[in-house]
């Protein structure tokens, strides 16, 4: 049974970090890539950065320069550094375990959200003013 649980969300002054971890088990970590994406109310849910299973960055273009994905296979952990956040940055961040069916284990193409085998549970990031 596949569970992936992040944690790490909570409030930070603009400007500020925060940094999430989401952590996989019952698969095999190191097989897969691995995406962050978040969500507002009312708005789709956004990819916001994706790793390959070899280590390999992509970024969406709001946060490219701010965030910085990174995993350890050893212990099944995506994390995600936060830096310089913004008030638009404010949103449920979700990890997801991207198929090796679309993915093969690659960013490419940029993670859709059919392309998410599975989800964790969510955990909030609020940047206030």
């Known amino acids: 049974q596949v569970q992936v649980v992040e944690s790490g969300g909570g409030l930070v002054q603009v400007g500020g970090s925060l940094r999430l971890s989401c952590t996989a088990s019952?698969?095999?970590?190191?097989?897969?890539?691995m995406g962050w994406f978040r969500q507002t109310p009312g708005k789709e849910r956004e990819g916001v950065s994706c790793?390959?299973?070899?280590?390999?960055?992509l970024y969406a273009n709001s946060v490219k320069g701010r965030f910085t994905v990174s995993r350890d296979n050893a212990k099944n952990t995506l994390y995600l550094q936060m830096d310089s956040l913004k008030p638009e940055d404010t949103a449920t961040y979700y990890c997801?375990?991207?198929?090796?069916?679309?993915?093969?284990?690659?960013?490419?193409?940029?993670?859709?959200?059919?392309?998410?085998?599975?989800w964790g549970q969510g955990t909030q990031v609020t940047v206030s003013s």
């Open positions: 019952g698969l095999t970590f190191a097989d897969y890539a």
């Open positions: 790793i390959s299973r070899e280590g390999g960055m």
């Open positions: 997801a375990v991207l198929t090796i069916h679309r993915y093969g284990g690659y960013c490419n193409p940029w993670p859709a959200l059919d392309g998410v085998g599975y």
